[in-house]
């Protein structure tokens, strides 16, 4: 159940033509909480704590979580190898936290944290770690790689306090996309701002005939750990080979179109499936 509940997609790179081992092992998942990976500054009241859950099959420790979200702001914009791999790790153990929370499980609008991504996941967490991503990435097809991306600026704020910080970043997005239309980018371009667009419809919901909700001001603690999810789902599904999109698309026919990117129906705008 241990290994069920840190079960995720990864993002940082293996070995060529093989897949990462299925677990992620201990030592990884608790140097992934201290600062850098070191290995002397792991909580060990945090360590044993985890360990005793992962045996029994009692409810993670909640801090674990609360030390994940803040080693996920601080680090994000690093890439070395072993900080993806730190990432990863953080990034499962907040799914294995939520899942096994029981007061989390009780709330109505909780839907249970999926390995991959959840093209039916509305959840409010969830839905904006998925639009930072699709914000990165369209910063970088309209920019290529720069010093500081909206990840390293904004990640931290975005998760914590969405309303002051969504609000520009999506029209910065809008700008980006005009920038990055026309030419061999023009379908990954039309691609993102769909997808943009479903995203948003979700964080403007209207209730009762109200206005939009819109951005929310605050998100708490399992929110924010929904969005360290979100983003991290997103950002593997964005890079997906076209392959792995196939096989997701076939698993996921009940998908919402701005998540079918490879699926042939006919439309107004001419899109490349291979480009991706």
Not at 92 to 102: I, W
Not at 160 to 178: E, G, I, Q
Request: charged share 25%; with cysteine.
């Amino acid at each position: 159940r241990h290994f069920a509940d840190l079960n995720l997609v990864r993002n940082a790179p293996w070995k060529k033509d093989s897949d990462p081992p299925p677990a992620i092992s201990l030592r990884t998942l608790l140097e992934a909480l201290a600062p850098l990976g070191k290995a002397d500054d792991i909580p060990a009241a945090l360590a044993s704590q985890f360990i005793h859950a992962a045996i029994m099959g009692g409810p993670y420790p909640f801090a674990i979580l609360t030390r994940a979200i803040e080693r996920q702001r601080a680090e994000i914009g690093k890439s070395d190898w072993a900080d993806l791999q730190r990432r990863d790790a953080r990034a499962a153990m907040a799914k294995a936290v939520l899942n096994r929370l029981p007061q989390f499980k009780e709330k109505p609008n909780f839907k249970e944290v999926t390995p991959e991504m959840d093209p039916m996941n509305s959840n409010p967490g969830y839905t904006l770690g998925c639009l930072m991503a699709v914000l990165e990435r369209l910063q970088q097809e309209a920019l290529g790689d720069v010093n500081a991306s909206v990840i390293d600026k904004f990640f931290s704020g975005a998760s914590a306090a969405p309303k002051a910080t969504f609000d520009r970043l999506v029209k910065n997005a809008r700008h980006h996309a005009r920038k990055a239309r026309g030419g061999e980018k023009e379908a990954i371009v039309f691609r993102l701002e769909r997808l943009l667009d479903a995203l948003m419809l979700r964080v403007n919901v209207r209730t009762e005939g109200a206005t939009p909700i819109g951005f929310p001001l605050t998100l708490p603690i399992e929110q924010q750990g929904l969005f360290v999810i979100g983003y991290h789902h997103m950002r593997h599904w964005l890079w997906m080979s076209r392959e792995e999109r196939d096989k997701w698309e076939a698993a996921n026919t009940d998908a919402p179109r701005a998540f079918q990117w490879n699926t042939k129906k006919t439309e107004t705008t001419t899109i490349d499936a291979s480009s991706n």
